[in-house]
């Protein structure tokens, strides 16, 4: 049982591009997590979604960033217009839906802008 | 509403020494709680986790953990430090409502260990 797979690992973007962060949650996961992390900072909560529902995404910027976990496919977070300040890495995590399960984490994605 | 607040950014420890790592958690109903560790530059891996089974906790790499509910703690110990547990440590709090559960995390104590 593959863990949780994301990709790319390393992804450099210049200023104004999009970036995508794909996420394969572990097999029987139906809920998907994605966090950042930025130098010398804890992990900052920003979308929880279960298949084809966003869950909260209090922790979302409100503008240029989405996320999706369709039926089929990974989840993907998507960056439109990457600024410099978004360079991170993009942590995905995995879980059941059962009470007091844990998340399962990725090796995330570390997203350059230059 | 959940938290977790990890006392201390940074923690340092002779090897051979106790490692005494802090969490605070603060939730309106019984909490499940978890301790997940980062080594530089890869995912997170769960140390351990609290599920009301046991107060407690042992887990991986000879760490253990105690629910202490009227602390409202779970705080993160090892007798003895290793080379090896230098690392970020992120103490987590989950709450489940409805079939979905949020996982906050707190900020992080990362574990200097010297020789």
Not at chain 2, 11 to 25: D, I, M, Q
């Amino acid at each position: 049982n593959a863990g949780v797979m994301q990709n790319p690992r390393h992804l450099v973007r210049r200023r104004g591009q999009e970036a995508r962060l794909r996420c394969s949650p572990m097999k029987g996961h139906s809920h998907v997590y994605w966090y950042r992390q930025l130098p010398e900072e804890g992990l900052k909560f920003m979308v929880y979604l279960q298949k084809e529902n966003i869950i909260d995404e209090s922790g979302m910027p409100k503008e240029r960033f989405s996320a999706e976990f369709p039926k089929e496919g990974p989840s993907i977070l998507r960056i439109q217009q990457v600024v410099r300040g978004d360079s991170a890495a993009y942590f995905c995590a995995s879980s059941r839906a059962r009470e007091g399960t844990e998340a399962f984490f990725g090796q995330g994605t570390r997203l350059t802008v230059v | 509403a959940q938290s977790v607040t990890q006392l201390g950014s940074h923690v340092s420890v002779s090897e051979g020494a106790l490692v005494l790592l802090r969490c605070n958690y603060s939730s309106s109903v019984p909490p499940y709680l978890f301790w997940y560790v980062q080594y530089p530059n890869q995912g997170l891996q769960l140390l351990l986790k609290y599920t009301s089974a046991a107060t407690l906790v042992k887990g991986i790499n000879g760490f253990e953990a105690e629910f202490k509910k009227s602390e409202t703690s779970f705080h993160l110990t090892k007798p003895s430090a290793h080379m090896s547990d230098a690392a970020e440590y992120f103490c987590a709090v989950t709450l489940n409502s409805g079939g979905y559960q949020k996982v906050t995390f707190g900020t992080g104590t990362k574990l200097q260990v010297i020789p």
